[in-house]
């Protein structure tokens, strides 16, 4: 599987909320500047986000974003399919399927399907949490300093 940029961009957002360990909103222009993500682009990106339930945005001058519930709770897969990111199975174009019919091909896409439904299963289990404690051992590991860039 490979994460196209909506993906990345998001999911470091996530993550960069969570790493921020407040409760008070974290303005675009902040979250951009630290993760290197075009502050228009980040912007349609949380409102997605928002739409899915994953942040809460406040407005004003104090305003920005928060997470909507805690990082325990925040999956992988939810926050890719908030953003339109899809893992669809591999499979046989259907005109070599049509021009071949040999077993082998059947198995190759049975496999690759069974491999994508586990890595849907994995992603689901992966939460934003789980993304924190990873960053925060690689900041101590590399005695980092606390702003995290993912």
Not at 62 to 79: D, F, W
Not at 99 to 118: G, H, I, L, N, Y
Not at 122 to 137: G, N, P, Q
Request: glycine share 4%; net charge neutral; aromatic share 6%.
């Amino acid at each position: 599987m490979k994460w196209t940029t909506r993906g990345r961009y998001s999911v470091k957002a996530l993550l960069d909320l969570a790493l921020s360990g407040s409760q008070l909103p974290v303005s675009v222009r902040a979250i951009a500047e630290r993760q290197n993500i075009p502050a228009p682009y980040l912007e349609k990106l949380l409102i997605e986000l928002r739409q899915a339930g994953l942040v809460r945005s406040q407005r004003g001058a104090q305003g920005g974003y928060r997470l909507a519930r805690s990082a325990r709770k925040i999956s992988l897969a939810e926050i890719l399919a908030a953003v339109g990111e899809r893992l669809e199975p591999l499979s046989v174009p259907e005109t070599e399927a049509e021009e071949s019919e040999r077993v082998e091909d059947w198995v190759t896409q049975a496999v690759w399907q069974r491999v994508s439904q586990r890595l849907q299963q994995v992603l689901a289990e992966i939460t934003l949490e789980d993304l924190y404690f990873d960053a925060r051992s690689r900041q101590a590991a590399q005695s980092e300093a606390p702003e995290f860039i993912v």
